[in-house]
């Protein structure tokens, strides 16, 4: 097969599939020059993450492709009913980088909670003459431990935010479309393992009661999943976290709710304008930031790599 990793591939997933006999075009076409490419290279499997588009017209115009694989969760970026109605397979890596996007969900959390955010803003400014003022102005910094972890949509990531969670000593709420119970284990340095029962809840008002830290983990949703409404109905101080997708929660109304007090901090990895974020919501000190960073890392990638490679030998071998 000859696969072409638009959007790179890991050096793991790579040799997977040398090693499996596959011709691997590590080019980056552009999306204008994709079609074309795709056709005079006769490209029979299109590896994309989230900048390569595998839209109706190109799936159309690509009569040579046989697979498309997303190197992550959502395929927002695929028309993958109408691939799938052309013959196409269409395969991704859901659970891949979920531990890594977990992380920065509590990196971001730790970030709010202690004023990281900030203080790292301002100390390179004010540090040399104004140390001890910046110091008075966060003191007010909290704890996670003890604390209530709401989690929307529990999924991989979700499952993995309340690992973590727990591991800290805070409580867990997760909020779903459907109540269910989902079994979660916990392993341990030493080999032990603990499996903790959690039961999710469709409820707003008990989820959003009393809920310390809220940490956004849905696929793309349709309209806004947090607006006035939520926002009232959430305890006053609350923080809150989206790595999921823009548009997910309102930024302009978040932006009133930080600026009342009602929310004490929240971080966002994706943005409603991605890739050009609205200045207001970049300017304001009360969010921390980060570029759409959830699973890009290290160890993201190679485990990414090596499951799309992992598919493709399997697919290989019943066609």
Not at 56 to 61: N, P, R, T
Not at 217 to 241: A, Q, R, S
Request: proline share 3%.
């Amino acid at each position: 097969m000859k696969i072409l990793a638009n959007d790179g591939i890991s050096k793991a997933g790579e040799k997977a599939l040398l090693d499996a006999g596959m011709t691997l075009v590590e080019h980056k076409v552009s999306q204008e020059q994709l079609i074309n490419f795709i056709n005079e290279n006769q490209i029979e499997v299109l590896l994309v993450r989230s900048a390569t588009q595998a839209r109706k017209e190109l799936i159309d115009s690509c009569p040579s492709l046989k697979i498309i694989g997303r190197g992550g969760v959502g395929m927002d970026n695929i028309d993958v009913d109408y691939a799938k109605s052309k013959g196409i397979i269409v395969i991704n890596t859901p659970s891949a980088s979920s531990r890594s996007v977990a992380e920065m969900v509590f990196a971001h959390f730790f970030s709010l909670a202690r004023y990281l955010h900030d203080s790292n803003r301002m100390m390179p400014l004010e540090g040399e003459t104004q140390f001890n003022t910046l110091k008075k102005s966060y003191n007010n910094a909290i704890e996670l431990q003890s604390k209530t972890l709401g989690i929307i949509g529990f999924g991989g990531i979700g499952k993995e935010v309340a690992k973590i969670g727990i591991s800290l000593g805070m409580k867990i709420k997760v909020l779903t479309r459907n109540p269910k119970s989902e079994l979660i284990e916990l392993d341990f340095f030493d080999g032990q393992r603990i499996k903790f029962k959690i039961d999710s809840i469709q409820d707003w008002n008990i989820f959003l009661k009393d809920t310390d830290f809220i940490s956004i983990n849905t696929p793309k949703t349709d309209g806004y999943l947090i607006d006035h409404n939520e926002f009232e109905k959430m305890k006053d101080g609350v923080y809150i976290v989206n790595t999921a997708r823009g548009g997910t929660i309102n930024e302009n109304t978040l932006l009133e709710y930080l600026d009342n007090g009602k929310v004490a901090g929240a971080a966002l990895d994706v943005f409603e304008n991605e890739p050009q974020p609205k200045i207001s919501v970049l300017m304001n000190p009360q969010i921390s930031l980060s570029p759409h960073l959830g699973g890009n890392t290290k160890d993201a990638q190679e485990k990414i790599g090596t499951e799309l490679a992992e598919q493709i030998i399997e697919i290989q071998k019943s066609l």
